[in-house]
């Protein structure tokens, strides 16, 4: 196991140093912590750090890593998990992904839920192999891997969507990405090529929203500005998005569902009462957000075999727009 005086030699420079820069001194150079830090995370020092605290004490801390606190999505979610945690004894602390290293190696929590894309899959890697619990919601790792890997299935799905829109007749069928390296963007779109394969069509237009309702306005006008023939159908990553959608082509007088059908996915609130009503999929957010916060519990507390293999029920919600 490496030690300070292990860091010190490697960076170049005094133990005091790596001694400072470990405990957040403001008088040691950014350049010169950085590289004392960079080299730590090398030889898993940082990791071992946190597993000699854990040993020592409990905090009743989860961390919850989000991409941002904006949208209805992430509070619903931070909602259920906050309050689960509550009852179980726990508190939750919500942070951004960029702040996922002094997070983890700050000792301030007990586990970590992770959905936000940004954080190092080699960082949690590491940490976790000195055990410290996490639940990863965004890849798969290797099947010796300590990261609990929870995902919400978006394939099946989109999938089935996709394909009632081409058994009712439709074959020009576009889509409108969230972030394109999303794993429920990912899911969600292999779900839509897969639909369109197996019927032997290809994607009609492929449009990129951000996930966020603003970009899908955007998106959309671009693409109507340029004069190309709208999709019969337009399949968006989300509801925010969607929203976007329609709110464009009601500005600009482009009947819905008459001359194009929305699909969106999340079945947020707010899909309910813009004109017209948005079709959606529904996917049971609130029980797979509790059984994240009952899994990473179970899991600090080293009740393993309790950690269920849980997928959320999703279904296809028809309103005006499609």
């Known amino acids: ?119 190092s899959p080699d960082l949690l890697q590491r940490i976790a192999k000195n055990g410290f619990p996490i639940i990863d919601l965004r890849k798969v790792y290797e099947k010796d891997s300590p ?40 899911k969600r779109y292999n779900g839509y090529l897969q639909a369109l394969s197996e019927h032997n069509l290809e994607p009609f237009c ?14 959309i006008k671009a693409y109507h500005e340029s004069k190309q023939e709208l999709p019969e159908v337009l399949f968006c990553a989300n509801d925010e998005m969607a929203i976007g959608v329609i709110t464009y082509l009601n500005e600009v007088g482009i009947k819905i569902p008459e001359q194009i059908k929305i699909i969106g996915f999340d079945n947020i609130q707010l899909g309910r009462f813009v004109s017209p009503s948005l079709t959606t999929i529904d996917v049971n957010r609130a029980e797979w957000s509790r059984n994240l916060a009952i899994s990473i519990v179970d899991a600090i507390e080293e009740r393993l075999d309790d950690i269920t293999k849980y997928e959320p029920k999703y279904r296809v919600i028809r309103r005006e727009s499609f």
């Open 147 to 186: 990261i609990i890997v929870k995902r919400m299935d978006g394939f099946t799905p989109a999938l089935e969507v996709i394909n009632l829109a081409i058994e009712e007749g439709y074959r020009k069928i576009g889509y409108m990405h969230g972030n394109e390296e999303s794993p429920d963007n990912i």
């Open 1 to 119: 196991m490496a030690t300070i005086k292990d860091i010190a030699k490697q960076a170049g420079v005094s133990i005091a140093t790596v001694s400072y820069v470990l405990n957040n001194d403001p008088r040691i150079k950014k350049e010169t912590a950085e590289k004392v830090l960079q080299v730590a995370e090398e030889m898993n020092y940082l990791a071992s750090g946190i597993a000699r605290s854990l040993k020592k004490s409990k905090t009743n801390n989860v961390l919850v890593f989000i991409p941002n606190f904006g949208g209805p999505i992430y509070q619903e979610i931070l909602e259920e998990i906050h309050t689960t945690l509550k009852k179980l004894d726990y508190k939750m602390i919500a942070c951004n992904g960029e702040l996922a290293r002094d997070m983890l190696t700050e000792k301030q929590a007990d586990g970590a839920i992770v959905l936000d894309t940004s954080v």
């Open 206 to 219: 492929l449009l990129k929203g951000e996930f966020r309702e603003r970009d899908g306005y955007l998106a």
